[in-house]
């Protein structure tokens, strides 16, 4: 089955709107992490948060471990902001692999 | 620190032709992946290393071999490229023993022509 899956998978916004990224992740992965891939290609880590709740700037990210999901929240947003946003997890019990989502593809128009 | 470096950053190349994409972190992780991602699509696992002196095949192995050289260095090898495998790859490590967060490198764009 699908290990991690996020939604939204493409999102619009105007600039200075608020946002909500949703990861689903199975019983089998752990140790989340949200990552930007920028016009440009570069993938930038965001946060690193297997539980609880982490805040820089404009983002902030809260996963609730029990219940297998993770949200990544972006305020007042910038066109700066466009690109696409993975989450990823640690898969357990065995071999360890990386596994991600599909991405969730922002476009903040001015 | 450097972090995650790959080289080289672009190649081109013809059909048949092999190369080997090098990576290599300084941050003392246990585990390295090599990833390729196609446009529009998200990241796919190609190979793994979860420590030194093992490797593991991922989604798509098919084309590819690898090297875990120490520590450090995980490198991919094309033995014979093809045109399927146009893609930009990415190498990642993770401190590993199921935790720990993960860093990329800049990518390689590669064209097999």
């Known amino acids: 089955g699908i290990q991690v899956e996020q939604s939204p998978p493409d999102l619009i916004l105007q600039e200075g709107a608020n946002s909500t990224l949703r990861c689903n992740f199975s019983d089998s992965v752990n140790n989340l992490q949200w990552f930007h891939q920028n016009p440009w290609g570069q993938l930038i880590n965001l946060f690193y948060?297997?539980?609880g709740t982490k805040q820089n700037g404009r983002l902030s990210a809260t996963t609730v471990a029990t219940e297998r999901y993770s949200l990544l929240y972006i305020s007042s947003s910038q066109t700066t902001d466009s690109g696409v946003y993975f989450c990823?997890?640690?898969?357990?019990?065995?071999?360890?692999?990386?596994?991600f989502g599909k991405g969730t593809k922002l476009t903040v128009n001015p | 620190n450097a972090g995650v470096t790959q080289t080289p950053k672009f190649q081109v190349l013809k059909t048949g032709q092999s190369m080997t994409l090098q990576c290599a972190q300084d941050m003392n992780h246990n585990s390295m992946y090599w990833y390729r991602q196609d446009p529009g699509m998200g990241l796919r696992l190609i190979y793994y290393?979860?420590?030194?002196?093992?490797?593991d095949k991922g989604e798509v192995p098919n084309g590819y071999n690898v090297s875990r050289l120490n520590k450090r260095e995980f490198s991919l090898r094309l033995e014979s490229a093809a045109p399927s495998q146009t893609s930009v790859y990415f190498c990642a490590s993770i401190r590993g023993r199921y935790t720990g967060e993960l860093f990329f490198g800049e990518g390689s764009r590669l064209t097999v022509l």
């Open positions: 290393s979860a420590s030194e002196g093992t490797t």
């Open positions: 990823a997890g640690l898969t357990q019990g065995g071999s360890e692999k990386l596994v």
């Open positions: 948060i297997p539980s």
